[in-house]
């Protein structure tokens, strides 16, 4: 029985540590550079800016008739809303080289598939 009392307050310290790392520190700045994979609300993730990425983060491009795969190229999309629904895409863009993300104060949220990470240029 001692062993199962610690194996639960092991597993309770565990859930513990995990929630709170996932908890942003209060007051924390906003991401710069943006990571090149992730979801990203404006405002508390990321500032309002125009930002620009080297372009794709894959270590090969796969061609098929002289035209880049989906899985080669960056992609970005704005949203007017704070989630991924693809009826409130902004904008969107993809590429394998660099390109600008306009992520201005009425877009809420950005997303980015696959890039190298963005630096905000103003």
């Not at 090969?60 to 999309?77: H, K, L």
């Not at 895409?89 to 104060?105: D, L």
Request: charged content about 10%; hydrophobic content about 40%; overall charge neutral.
């Amino acid at each position: 029985m001692p062993l199962k009392r610690l194996c639960r307050a092991a597993a309770g310290l565990v859930a513990v540590v995990a929630v709170g790392a996932s908890v942003p520190p209060a007051g924390a700045d906003p991401m710069d550079p943006i990571p090149g994979n992730g979801f990203f609300l404006v405002g508390p993730d990321i500032a309002p800016g125009l930002y620009r990425t080297g372009g794709s983060a894959s270590p090969f491009g796969v061609w098929i008739n002289d035209v880049p795969t989906q899985d080669s190229m960056c992609a970005w999309f704005t949203y007017s809303t704070p989630d991924t629904n693809k009826d409130h895409v902004v904008a969107t863009n993809m590429s394998i080289g660099p390109m600008f993300a306009n992520i201005n104060s009425t877009v809420q949220a950005f997303e980015s598939r696959n890039c190298q990470p963005w630096t905000r240029v103003t």
